[in-house]
């Protein structure tokens, strides 16, 4: 559920950056329709534009788009959804490649503080609740109030210029209605106050009745649906605003565009006098009173016959504005070498002569619990402060002072993803290790990749006069240039349990390890001292691609009163420490600890190696049931 309110919320960012954009366009076009005199219906229709980018879509590229191009570096999204499958060459298959990082689910033992995107995911579905309920309710109180409505009886529209009542609808009369409106969306009613008087119902039917035929009520149900949805964006809400106002706009004009000048003015003073009163009728139905009076009694005075011609210039700015703002921009030189050729089908294989391609760089996705592959993790680069390693899961570049992955690039998606074999790729990283040259096995192109920009060029095979990283001799260890190993990256059976080590991250020179992947909700945990261990309230490791937990009074009582009095070891000593345990506060502090996951009755901690215990740590696993085993 975490992990679903958390993309969700994420896609909904995500969509609203270009209908935000999109916004933003058809206001100033807007204000253009109206110095031009173009009929409502068009801005009506455009509109509609900002809420089609917020469905998801797989929107086509062209260069006429008028959405800014993306140059910012996308973040890797980071998942635990089980055991990913295997194909059978051992290889894992990735999900869909992600844009957001997805790394902030809530911890297993609730704490929010360490989950603020969680956090707001969760504040975003309230609101969204909040809105669809506030909707519901406002349905079902109307109906409620029209329980008592009759079917109008002589109620008829002289001289309709859209050929009279609507067929499918009906008009009622009902007692306590503030103003008319249409409710309904597969046969809508019109709905009138009982004691509207006889000379204006004819000016409301009319102006209804265009709601009906332009399928109003069911373009503002799901305008108010979507802006719903999108709550926490304020273009969205304007341009709702601002569509519900030139959709009565619109039907002032239907209602009287083939009129005289003195029906114009009979119109508009039955508007006025059901202005005077508030609605009080849901606000996603179409209402007669609507809108500002002032300058909808304005525009229905000066209102005008189109000349011939607007119909064609509002058509072509409305087909020039949708393919500028439902396309995406297109990519320079987005073609791939050795893809298909959309028209001729055939691959494209760029000679040595022609210019770098430009193509687009994807961020991976990773899901922690899925298998390493048969190839395995490979270190590319280190420099004690930066890591580049990857596998068939993607390249990427973890910084070590801050104890995350900084990006990286989605290697399958250029022909990357293995490491062995015939199909082969080689992978060099720069020499100063913001820069990755990807070489295809048997390609004449190899793909550039830099960090700093996320960007991804194709170029000709050329590693010449390139300095290049060469300290990583065997792909798991780093040398310090003299022969000597000073860290490395270690890895189990799953991407999540891949580490690295090093020997100079402390004064003492203790081999220490980290994991390069802490699970969702851990990632602001700290290092902890045998003194920080107290007030336990829950104990976790990150095991067969899941958090388990113990929150045992008990075995946390245990910890504490063992491990917080661990005598410090001098020198340190081969235990392995790989995998890290969670310790959880009662004051929401999240520390870290790596027990021995062998015999060894140590831990490592803040500060080096202690001992808590004489011989076997037994008892320390047999408060955690299975968990050895597994490790």
Known sequence: MEHFLTNAFLYTLRAGYPAGIAVLFLLIARFLFDRLHLPKKYACILWTLPFARLLPAAWPQSGFSLLPKHSAASPVLVTMTGQAPARSDGQALLPSVGQAVSNAARSADGNF?????????????????????????????????????????????????????????????????????????????????????????????????????????????????????????????????????????????????????????????????????????????????????????????????????????????????????????????????????????????????????????????IDLSATVGADGARLYYGDGTTLVFGGYFGLLWYSIP???????????????????GGDACEICISEDGTTAYLHPAGSHEMYVYSIAENTLEQKPFDLSGIPLFTDCADGQTVSDGEGGVYGGIVFADTIGSISWYGFDKRENGLLTFERCFPPPGYENAVDFAPGDIYDLKAASMFIDGQIRTVRDEAALSWLEENLSTASHVQGGTACPFLDPMYLTRTDGVIGIIYPATDSCSMFQASGGQYAYGQGENDVFWDWFKDWKKRL
């Open 402 to 420: 801050e104890r995350r992955v900084l990006g990286g690039l989605d290697v399958g998606a250029i022909g990357c993803g293995r490491t062995q």
């Open 113 to 365: 503080a360490q989950a603020p995107v969680f956090a707001l995911s969760l504040l975003w579905a309230a609101g969204v609740a909040a809105l669809f309920l506030y909707g519901a309710v406002s349905i079902l109180y109307l109906k409620w109030k029209l329980r008592a409505s009759v079917l109008a009886e002589g109620c008829s529209v002289n001289s309709s210029p859209e050929g009279g009542r609507h067929k499918n609808s009906r008009i009622y009369l009902a007692d306590h209605l503030k103003s008319p409106f249409v409710m309904g969306l597969f046969r809508p009613s019109v709905y009138l106050p009982s004691d509207l008087p006889e000379h204006v119902r004819e000016y409301v039917i009319r102006h209804e009745l265009a709601h009906i035929r332009r399928k109003d009520p069911i373009l503002k149900l799901l305008m108010f649906s979507l802006t719903a949805v999108h709550w926490h964006n304020p273009l969205i809400w304007a341009a709702y605003a601002l569509c519900c106002r030139d959709m009565e706009y619109a039907c002032d004009e239907a209602a009287v565009r083939l009129e005289n000048e003195g029906y114009r003015k009979a119109y508009a003073s039955a508007l006025l006098s059901l202005s005077i009163q508030k609605t009080g009728n849901a606000r996603m139905f179409p209402s007669f009173s609507k809108g500002s009076p002032k300058q909808r009694i304005q525009h229905i005075i000066a209102h005008q016959k189109p000349l011939a011609q607007a119909g064609i210039l509002g058509a072509l700015l409305i087909a020039l504005l949708g393919v500028g703002l439902l396309t995406n921009p297109k990519e320079r030189g987005g073609q791939q070498a050795g893809s298909p050729d959309r028209t001729s089908g055939v691959a494209h294989q760029p000679d040595e002569t022609e210019a770098p391609s430009r193509l687009t760089a994807k961020a991976p996705s």
